[in-house]
Each structure stands twice: as structure tokens, then as C-alpha cells.
């Protein structure tokens, strides 16, 4: 049996593929699971694992002008989140570190560097993310969801996306009863990630009169924001923690881009309308999304165009050329993959 910490947080979508790793170990018991990560999502999703978990208060870049006296202080505040690391994998002991990138993973990465604890890197979308970029040379191999990635990065490696298997495991009629009153009508659930996003919140719900006069609409809105309607064929949630059941239901997904989404959209065959994050990232979102729009498998509205959801979902929900390409698609998923290479790198050590 070996020792294996993973890291990485601050967006479900830097820790569920991580989950779905950890899930796959759990079940073969080939492995002592430890997580390093912050006080953020990251610290929910994975209570439920019943693995150590080690607390770190890293710094995170905000891309504004005005932060920039904030951003003059990550230097110091990294340093302290590396010395916290390093007395966590001191006290663990891993054999290796798995990092799924982001700000929370950085320090983790380079503390292990610093103590010979080799690590393996996992980027999902289709540019490399900054702390990935940073870590790399720290790194065995930086594994990823897009060939054309693996080809930036000199120790880059395709691998494809890890997926929760759960995802999988779901009655569409018993999904419906659950989460949406049994209705007969098309399903159109609506998220914005791990926190929600009020620019769609507020896109559907000016459009949800129209659009429950054809549809029911389950609207995953993020914590506290969720508002007091009581329209008919219209469920407001703050949080799903059975991702896999809300898929079930759904006729169609309209969501943001993060690639963790696409990817599952794609693995379970869901027709998406994606609405990529705008001016607050890198751009990543907008290219995960265009990546898969030009092989005809998603949708794409702009932010700036959410003025017409309600025609663009009615055109999604009629698109029978997309249906078609989804059944279509295939794509690998890198569960294996990625698991093959742990064990490996925990051979060689």
C-alpha cells in the first residue's frame, strides 16, 4: 500500500476530478488518501471521503487593477502556505502528490519539490492554467484532458478527462420524482458551478415565465441565492451534492464552460447550451467551449447575449443535429490513464 496526497481547490472544478480519482482508490484500497487544501469547497466535497484533510491559506492572484496592493502581498502569504505545507506531507509521509492545479495546489507542489515527494499534475482545460504553468518543472508529467494541451508542455502527456463514475448510476424517472415534482415536461437544468453565477441566475429568471410555459426548469443557483418565487414548473435549488441525479433529469444543460462540465455533459450524451465566463479568467472557458462547438457537440451563447436564452434554449432543445453528433461523440476518459500513472511513479520510487 502507498501514501498519496491530492491537492487543489478553490472551484469544484479544481477538486471533483480529483474526487473521482480518489472514489476509484477507495474502492481498490491500494492506497492511504490524505487532501491538502483550503478552508473553500474543496474542504465540502471531500468530508464525506473520511480522509485527513490538511487546512492551507494560500494566496490567490486577483486579475484587477485594483487588487494590486493586495497582489503585492502574495510572496509572503505563499511562502507561509509552503512551510504549512511542508509540515503536513512531513507528518503524511506520501509516496507521491497529485495536483489538480489552482491556487490552492501551488504551494503544495512546490513544498513537495522541496522535500524530494515527486508529483504528477492534471490540467483539464484547453490552455494551461497558471499554477500548472508555475509547477510544471516540479513535476514528473503534467497529464491532461486535450492532446493539443500535452503538446505546450515539455513533460505534457494526454491522459483525457477523469470522471466520476456515479455520474453513471441514475434512473431518469427516479431523478425526475426527486428533483423535479415527476414532471412530464422537458427538463432544463440550469447551473453556474460550484458557486453559482448571478449573471445566469438573473438571465433565467427574467426569461422563466416563457420558459415554464413549455419547460420545467431546475436552477441550481449557488449558496444564498436563491430568491422567493413561487412560480409553477420552476425549482430552485442552492446546491446538488447528486450531480448525477439532476443530470438524469435534464433535456438540456445550460451552464458554464469550465471543462470538468463539458466533459461530463459529453460523457453522458446531455445536449448543453454553454454560457463561457467572461473578463474574470484567462479565457479558458471560452475555448473549452469553442474546442467542442466546432465538432457540433455543444452550443454556445455569449455572456453578453443572455438576453435571448428563452429562443436560444428552444433552438438547443430542437437541434436534432446536435443530438446526433452527441450520440455520435466519443471521447476518451482518463480515469485509467491517470491511475496507471500513479502507480507507475509509485513503483519507480
Not at 465540502?44 to 484587477?64: D, G, N, Q, T, W
Not at 502569504?77 to 509552503?82: T, W
Request: charged letters at 25%; aromatic letters at 8%.
Amino acid at each position: 500500500m502507498y501514501k498519496i496526497v491530492f491537492t487543489g481547490g478553490g472551484s469544484a472544478g479544481h477538486v471533483i476530478p480529483n474526487v473521482a480519482l480518489i472514489d476509484e482508490l477507495i474502492k481498490t484500497g491500494e492506497a492511504d488518501i490524505a487532501y491538502f487544501g483550503s478552508d473553500g469547497i474543496e474542504k465540502k466535497l471531500v468530508a464525506s471521503k473520511k480522509i485527513p484533510y490538511f487546512e492551507l491559506a494560500p494566496p490567490k492572484l486577483k486579475r484587477s487593477l485594483s487588487a494590486f496592493t493586495d497582489n503585492l502581498k502574495i510572496p509572503f502569504i505563499f511562502s507561509k502556505a509552503v512551510k504549512k505545507a511542508e509540515e503536513g506531507l512531513r507528518a503524511f509521509s506520501p509516496d507521491l502528490v497529485f495536483s489538480k492545479g489552482g491556487y490552492v495546489a501551488l504551494p503544495v507542489v512546490f513544498a513537495a519539490a522541496k522535500l524530494g515527494v515527486p508529483c504528477i499534475a492534471h490540467e483539464s482545460d484547453y490552455s494551461i492554467g497558471l499554477a500548472n504553468r508555475l509547477s510544471a518543472k516540479k513535476c514528473a508529467s503534467v497529464l491532461t484532458s486535450f492532446p493539443e494541451t500535452a503538446r505546450k508542455i515539455r513533460n505534457g502527456k494526454f491522459s483525457g478527462p477523469p470522471i466520476r463514475a456515479e455520474l453513471f448510476a441514475h434512473s431518469r424517472s427516479a431523478a425526475k420524482r426527486e428533483l423535479c415534482e415527476g414532471t412530464s415536461r422537458k427538463v432544463i437544468l440550469v447551473f453556474g458551478g460550484g458557486s453559482g453565477s448571478e449573471t445566469l441566475n438573473e438571465a433565467v429568471r427574467k426569461a422563466a415565465k416563457r420558459l415554464t410555459e413549455r419547460y420545467f426548469i431546475l436552477q441550481v443557483c449557488g449558496k444564498g441565492k436563491t430568491i422567493d418565487c413561487r412560480l409553477k414548473n420552476y425549482k430552485q435549488v442552492e446546491f446538488i451534492t447528486d450531480m448525477g441525479a439532476a443530470y438524469a433529469c435534464a433535456d438540456l444543460v445550460v451552464s458554464r464552460a469550465g471543462a470538468g462540465t463539458i466533459f461530463e455533459l459529453l460523457a453522458l450524451k446531455k445536449p448543453a447550451l454553454l454560457v463561457p465566463l467572461e473578463g474574470q479568467t484567462r479565457g479558458d472557458q471560452i475555448e473549452n467551449a469553442a474546442y467542442f462547438e466546432k465538432q457540433g457537440v455543444c452550443r454556445i451563447l455569449k455572456q453578453g447575449e443572455l438576453k435571448h436564452l428563452a429562443e436560444e434554449i428552444d433552438a438547443a432543445i430542437l437541434d436534432e443535429q446536435l443530438k446526433r453528433q452527441l450520440a455520435l461523440f466519443s471521447y476518451p476518459l482518463g480515469n485509467e490513464n491517470l491511475l496507471h500513472e500513479i502507480r507507475e511513479l509509485v513503483k519507480k520510487q
